[in-house]
């Protein structure tokens, strides 16, 4: 039996999404419910995957399956197709199975031709419409069936108006418009080498074609890749009867959604025009007038479009974004889907709708997308403001948010300068862990270089600092304090606006709005907490991080980093000295003074979380990280050490690595320098000590970083505790404490068995783990990894969302391993994946404990994790 490639609107339904596309299906299922829909077909999603083998080009099977289908068409409108007396004539269109605004433009009025207007203006004695429709046609068939620029048709309507005086396209008359469509058929034959084309059916088969090779066109591919739809899906095509919004004054076209698509509001939001076209509503020739105006002009119409706008809402549960068209005072639906919206409207139309008791909690949760959610978290730019300004630059969207300011071009001259009250972005080639005090002080970080998952981007995230990263047009000079995009060159006292939403910097000052976190928000993120089964942790270094988090609502700390506490400007002295120190007795002093400013830490740290789980990680960077650049910081230490200047610049040379990710770092500090580990260990466990003298009964969790093998970690391991019996023994008080590590190195996964017998918990460091897996660093990968998601050779960048094949193999590996020797091993991630959606729903599946992200990514992590549980229940 031959494949069936062509249905009627009477053959589908709603469930046939995939084979129909989503306009198909939807068009079927509206005729299914009597609602008033022009009569037509629809060519499947098969047929398009059919075209791409058979090069691109129509088949006879189909064409004989089309011409069968247009004989109903014929039938249903007592018209004839390619007639020149009464010509039937149809809209073609794309319809993905998941909605691509965007992907293919419409070509309305197909079937008209020189014999078929002339036809067309005596049936409908209507001369100025029917050569208005063929002027359209030709314009719509020329751009998107043939790829010509539309502006050499609009150059020609332009110059018609100009030269009668108007503005409007309506004011041009009958002659008007048969000159211009001589015009537009001598601009086609300008243009192709050949005349516009006459035949009806050639007509067809061209635009066909045109849906079908629209599914590869460069912005169907850039859409599919942003929004995580599958090449394989193909297109559908629908063939549908034309009805006409430009007949007179009792004619129109409109689009309109159920509720406000921005807000979410409960009324009826939209457009229309009368005397017009589908395509112009959504062109801007003409300023539109909203919907509710149309219940004063007609209020039949309005009326029985209100009540269809329910009735879809009703039978789909869902917001519905509509087209409309008014024929001569009759309504027809062209079409209905699933209305995009905001992520504010989505969570508000999700509550209000579980009020209304159209759906349920569990479906509520499953109806927004975690992703969306970053849109309500951050302050962004107005869309006024978007809309009147042009970015100079791109760069990577590390950290969503909007912020302005003045440039600052060192971490120092931020902090200072915002100390005076001034909003500076902090603009470098590129930062390192020693610009943590700027990075804090400004309002927005900009790099000209690094990835999504550089210091940068890393650390912003953390802090829910807006950052775009990787900005490649700039040319950041941090001695002249210039920063310069192709001409144009801004310093010191220039304003930039940037967006982390979306990676566009701007010159000026744009508009900002606050987060819109709205009554329902929290009853919507209620529900999220009542159905999720995995936990929810932050990483989070400081107090102000904590705090941040909690109001997000995280469930605990899976990533508190001591280094980032090392920075800090009362201590950051003690550290270069501790770490240049040649003898035992000067680092051991060092670390004494650094202790109690540790432990304040903690302390302060674990006051916050109550007895929530609090995971830190002992030291972790290369040492080189926290050395002294500049002459006058070598200058200081020097003389603090009593040192030459050239024996600390020795020293610097000294500690300088090849490869420091994969050098003197994490636990092998630990192994050659016990004195740091044990500093830590006793800050840890004596801010401990102090909660549960507050009445908190703190159970810390510390945990040993870049372990590779059970032997490396068990020496570290007697490192910690022998100084923990130590500290109990002093205050004669003993509490409960966890010891665990971080599988960040391949070979601790495959070793996970042997390591879980001597360790208590596992913490997935996925960044490390991406970046050992696929041999990349994840600082320089920026230079060539959006080539290869480019060309198809990765889907994603691994380090943005996690490979399951390679490192997810690694983690589920793991798993399955440490459990096998110890049961009671809690595992968790804090990898930058751990806010990652997809990777959340991946690693409840494989059965981890927890995930830890930033605190800005708390809500979307639980989301994720919600609805997880929703589609795939753990057994409780």
Request: charged share 30%.
């Amino acid at each position: 039996m031959s494949t069936k490639y062509v249905y009627n609107f009477n053959e589908g339904d709603m469930s046939m999404r995939a084979l129909l596309g989503g306009k198909g299906a939807n068009l079927a299922e509206m005729t299914n419910l009597g609602i008033t829909v022009p009569y037509g077909f629809t060519i499947t999603t098969e047929a398009c995957t059919r075209f791409y083998e058979e090069d691109k080009k129509l088949w006879d099977d189909l064409n004989k399956e089309v011409t069968e289908h247009i004989k109903d068409l014929e039938k249903e409108n007592g018209k004839t197709f390619g007639s020149t007396e009464d010509p039937l004539l149809v809209s073609v269109r794309s319809g993905a199975p998941i909605s691509m605004p965007g992907m293919m433009d419409t070509i309305l009025n197909l079937g008209l031709n020189d014999d078929a207007v002339i036809g067309l203006a005596k049936k409908t004695d209507n001369e100025r419409f029917a050569y208005d429709s063929y002027r359209r046609f030709i314009q719509m068939f020329s751009d998107v069936a043939m790829e010509l620029d539309k502006n050499n048709f609009e150059n020609l309507l332009t110059a018609k108006k100009e030269a009668k005086g108007v503005k409007q396209d309506t004011d041009l008359d009958a002659n008007d418009l048969k000159e211009l469509v001589e015009e537009y058929k001598e601009k086609y034959k300008e243009l192709m080498g050949e005349d516009f084309p006459q035949e009806p059916r050639e007509q067809l088969d061209l635009a066909i074609s045109a849906v079908f090779r629209s599914w590869g066109n460069e912005r169907a591919i850039l859409y599919r890749k942003l929004n995580d739809i599958d090449d394989a899906m193909g297109t559908a095509v629908n063939v549908q009867s034309m009805v006409f919004g430009n007949m007179g004054d009792t004619s129109g076209t409109g689009v309109a959604f159920s509720r406000n698509p921005a807000t979410g509001e409960n009324k009826l939001f939209g457009e229309y025009l009368i005397n017009a076209q589908g395509e112009d509503v959504v062109a801007g020739v003409r300023t539109p007038q909203e919907i509710q105006t149309l219940a004063d002009k007609m209020p039949e119409v309005y009326q029985q479009f209100f009540e269809t706008s329910e009735k879809l809402e009703q039978h789909y549960k869902d917001m519905q974004d509509m087209e409309f068209t008014i024929q001569d005072g009759k309504l027809f639906l062209l079409q209905t889907r699933n209305g995009k919206r905001t992520a504010q409207a989505a969570v508000n139309v999700a509550v209000d709708m579980v009020h209304e008791e159209l759906i349920t909690k569990e479906e509520a949760v499953l109806r927004v997308n975690p992703k969306d959610l970053d849109g309500l978290l951050h302050p962004t730019f107005t869309d006024e403001s978007i809309k009147s300004n042009e970015p100079i630059a791109k760069g990577l969207a590390a950290s969503p948010g909007a912020a302005v300011g003045k440039i600052a071009f060192s971490a120092k001259e931020a902090a200072s300068r915002a100390a005076e009250g001034e909003a500076v972005i902090l603009v470098r080639e590129e930062t390192s862990p020693e610009d943590l005090e700027g990075m804090v002080s400004a309002k927005g970080i900009l790099t000209a270089r690094g990835g999504m998952t550089s210091h940068a981007a890393v650390v912003a995230r953390g802090m829910g600092k807006c950052c775009v990263a990787g900005a490649g047009e700039l040319h950041v000079n941090e001695f002249e304090h210039t920063v310069r995009v192709g001409d144009n060159v801004y310093k010191a006292d220039d304003v930039i606006s940037i967006d982390g939403s979306t990676g566009a910097i701007y010159a000026g000052n744009l508009e900002t709005q606050p987060p819109q976190l709205e009554g329902a928000f929290g009853e919507f993120m209620g529900w999220v907490d009542e159905f999720r089964q995995m936990k929810v942790r932050t990483n989070a270094d400081t107090p102000r991080d904590v705090s941040q988090a909690l109001e997000f609502g995280a469930e605990g700390i899976g990533l508190c980093r001591t280094e980032h506490m090392f920075f800090k400007e009362d201590r950051i002295f003690q550290v270069r000295k501790m770490i240049l120190a040649s003898d035992l007795e000067t680092r051991e002093a060092a670390l004494e003074k650094i202790l109690p400013m540790q432990e304040d830490d903690f302390y302060q740290i674990y006051s916050l979380m109550k007895e929530r789980p609090v995971t830190v990680r002992l030291l972790d960077p290369p040492l080189h990280e926290f050395l002294p650049r500049g002459d006058q910081e070598i200058m200081d230490l020097a003389h603090e050490l009593k040192v030459e200047p050239a024996r600390v610049k020795e020293r610097i040379v000294e500690l300088q690595e090849v490869n420091p990710m994969l050098g003197f770092r994490g636990l092998r500090l630990a192994v050659i320098y016990p004195e740091i580990a044990r500093m830590q260990a006793r800050a840890i466990i004596q801010a401990a000590i102090h909660c549960h003298e507050d009445g908190i009964k703190v159970v810390p969790e510390i945990m040993i970083p870049l372990s590779s093998d059970a032997k490396e970690l068990k020496t570290v391991k007697e490192t910690v505790r022998e100084e923990i019996e130590k500290v109990f023994e002093e205050k004669g008080k003993k509490i409960d404490y966890l010891l665990g590590t971080m599988i960040e190195i391949p070979r601790a996964a495959i070793t996970a068995d042997e390591i879980a017998e001597i360790t208590d918990f596992f913490s997935f460091g996925t960044n490390d783990l991406t970046q050992m897996t696929f041999g990349l660093s994840r600082d320089d990968a920026g230079k060539f990894l959006p080539k290869y998601i480019e060309k198809d050779i990765l889907e994603k960048d691994p380090f943005q969302v996690l490979d399951q094949k390679g490192v997810g193999f690694l983690i589920e590996t793991a798993v399955e391993k440490g459990r096998k020797t110890n049961q009671d091993l809690h595992i968790g991630i804090c990898g930058e994946h751990g806010g990652e959606p997809n990777t959340v729903k991946y690693l409840y599946n494989v059965g981890l404990d927890y995930v830890s992200c930033s605190p800005f990514r708390v809500p979307i992590a639980k989301l994720a994790a919600a609805q997880a549980s929703i589609e795939n229940p753990r057994n409780k």
